[in-house]
Nanobody, 125 residues
Framework: QVQLVESGGGLVQAGGSLRLSCAASGRTFSSYAMGWFRQVPGKEREFVAAISWRGGIMDYADSVRGRFTISRDNAKNTVYLQMNSLKPEDTAVYYC??????????????????WGQGTQVTVSS
């Protein structure tokens, strides 16, 4: 079992930055691939970024590539999402997710086994 708790969301002006954190419980965090997803009301949960269990493979949605960076610190059981050059269309609830995997992390939300409660990110124009 893995429990995930996101933090770092908030209100920011367009062009600004935020760093989201996702703290995981459990001693096997390093064996989990981690992903960030986002969702706005009335739409499906959308893939944002993912990172493999050792951090060697990272994947990004086209809409955030070059602006967002995913990273992890296995010693701290934490995964991060650094978000720069934020746009109003980045406004959403952001969720972190985990799946036990030592292969390339998937983009499909259904592949992930554990989810956090989400943190709201609002970007004003």
């Amino acid at each position: 079992q893995v429990q995930l708790v996101e933090s770092g969301g908030g209100l920011v002006q367009a062009g600004g930055s935020l760093r989201l954190s996702c703290a995981a419980s459990g001693r096997t965090f390093s064996s989990y691939a981690m992903g960030w997803f986002r969702q706005v009301p009335g739409k499906e949960r959308e893939f944002v970024a993912a990172i493999s269990w050792r951090g060697g493979i990272m994947d990004y949605a086209d809409s955030v590539r070059g602006r967002f960076t995913i990273s992890r610190d296995n010693a701290k059981n934490t995964v991060y999402l650094q978000m720069n050059s934020l746009k109003p269309e980045d406004t959403a609830v952001y969720y972190c997710a985990a799946m036990q995997s030592r292969t390339a992390p998937p983009r499909a939300a259904r592949e992930y086994d554990y989810w956090g409660q989400g943190t709201q990110v609002t970007v004003s124009s």
